[in-house]
T-cell receptor, first 114, second 116 residues
Framework: GNSVTQMEGPVTLSEEAFLTINCTYT??????LFWYVQYPGEGLQLLLK?????DKGSNKGFEATYRKETTSFHLEKGSVQVSDSAVYFC?????????????FGQGTTLQVKP | DADVTQTPRNRITKTGKRIMLECSQT?????MYWYRQDPGLGLRLIYY???????NKGEISDGYSVSRQAQAKFSLSLESAIPNQTALYFC???????????????FGEGSRLTVL
């Protein structure tokens, strides 16, 4: 079945450091891929998405490229800020009709220190 | 005001008690979902509903039931709570016709349930 695997956290970085959070997936067909972010005490919100191979999603300085050959969707940011401290979830939607039934990775906690 | 509202936000209960978590939304979406979040496990789908007359089990529906009272309301019940149902529960909505069929979910702020 479909699945998503993220690197284990927590990830602790200093402000302005480069961030990579790895995400790989297993899926049949051509899933859409997502990164969601959960700030402390809040629900998840969509950070970025990509719907086909080689698409790059980007938002708020974060980027991720849909790599079908390596089944990966790694999240990157060139210079993190304290306000980026949150839990990041990689997810996929494998249904052709995109029903919204997402499969989530386990989440990676990012802590950015000043 | 939040577009997806969950009540209660926090609840502590005892084993064997019946608990209902409620979700209401003002986004006008037909599709609603209940997810459970556990540390190290991410989010797992409990139940989902594509319209008022449609209810479907997710991957971990045992021990739970739902009711879709209206397009805007979707409740999750634990008939007899047990300690391993202690978790953070999220309601979410989606609109398959909008945003170029993006599959985006819109989440509530979560309901933290502790079963003693």
């Amino acid at each position: 079945g479909n699945s998503v695997t993220q690197m284990e956290g927590p990830v602790t970085l200093s402000e302005e450091a480069f961030l990579t959070i790895n995400c790989t997936y297993t899926a049949t067909g051509y899933p859409s891929l997502f990164w969601y972010v959960q700030y402390p005490g809040e629900g998840l919100q969509l950070l970025l998405k990509a719907t086909k191979a080689d698409d790059k999603g980007s938002n708020k300085g974060f980027e991720a490229t849909y790599r079908k050959e390596t089944t990966s969707f790694h999240l990157e940011k060139g210079s993190v800020q304290v306000s980026d401290s949150a839990v990041y979830f990689c997810a996929l939607s494998g249904n052709p009709g995109n029903t919204g039934k997402l499969i989530f990775g386990q989440g990676t906690t990012l802590q950015v220190k000043p | 005001d939040a577009d997806v509202t969950q009540t209660p936000r926090n609840r502590i209960t005892k084993t064997g008690k019946r608990i209902m978590l409620e979700c209401s939304q003002t986004k006008g979406h037909d599709r609603m979902y209940w997810y459970r979040q556990d540390p190290g496990l991410g989010l797992r789908l409990i139940y989902y509903s594509f319209d008022v007359k449609d209810i479907n089990k997710g991957e971990i529906s045992d021990g739970y039931s739902v009711s879709r009272q209206a397009q805007a309301k979707f409740s999750l019940s634990l008939e007899s709570a047990i300690p391993n149902q202690t978790a953070l529960y999220f309601c979410a909505t989606s609109d398959p016709s909008g945003r170029a069929n993006s599959g985006e979910l819109f989440f509530g702020e979560g309901s933290r349930l502790t079963v003693l």
